[in-house]
């Protein structure tokens, strides 16, 4: 069975950093697509980065180009979000979600959530 | 980026009624649309894939069209579980994004 299981969201203040990691169990993340999409509380979904499965390219939204990196462990199957530079909207539940071999979104994990604020 | 319109916000309807949902793209997308399905306190489930295939384990009920700046998610009978917010989302260039959502509400 294929499970994401997210980790490493909390409290930080405006500005700051946090890193997201992403356990992946039931398949090989470097085999497939890999993203990380949000949810502002109340709101639609955001999508956010994504790493191809060479690894060798990944895309960012406008909204947090230069600020957040994407990456993976592929011996542990492990997907991070670096953020840095941290605002108030970036407040939001992480979703870490696997591509299907189409580039869709089929599995999510259950998301982390990131509060910025001070 | 390409902008995904979603029209109407929220659609109210009864069981048993046919549901229309649209989403406009800002540029042509090909057919490199999919629409989710999420339900409150859960995570999206992927319905339709480029723009008219039904996703595995999806039922008939549902179906996708569209090409190029126009697509449609139809619900011909809806079912109680079938309320719930909805999200077109394409695959066509970088950045991907999503439109904002369609509630279908009783």
Known sequence: ?118 | EIVLTQSPATLSLSPGERATLSCRASQSVSSYLAWYQQKPGQTPRLLIYDASNRATGIPARFSGSGSGTDFTLTISSLEPEDFAVYYCHHRSDWPRTFGQGTKVEI
Do not use: H
Request: with cysteine; aromatic share 14%.
């Open chain 1, 1 to 118: 069975e294929m499970q994401l299981l997210e980790s490493g969201g909390g409290l930080v203040q405006p500005g700051g950093s946090l890193r997201l990691s992403c356990a992946a169990s039931g398949f090989t993340i470097s085999n497939f697509a890999m993203y990380w999409v949000r949810q502002a509380p109340g709101k639609g979904l955001e999508w956010v980065s994504a790493i191809i499965p060479s690894g060798a390219y990944t895309f960012y939204a406008d909204s947090v180009k230069g600020r957040f990196t994407i990456s993976r462990d592929n011996s542990n199957n492990i997907l991070f979000l670096q953020m840095n530079s941290l605002r108030a909207e970036d407040t939001a539940l992480y979703y870490c979600v696997k591509g299907t071999s189409s580039y869709y979104f089929d599995y999510w994990g259950q998301g982390t959530l990131v509060t910025v604020s001070s």
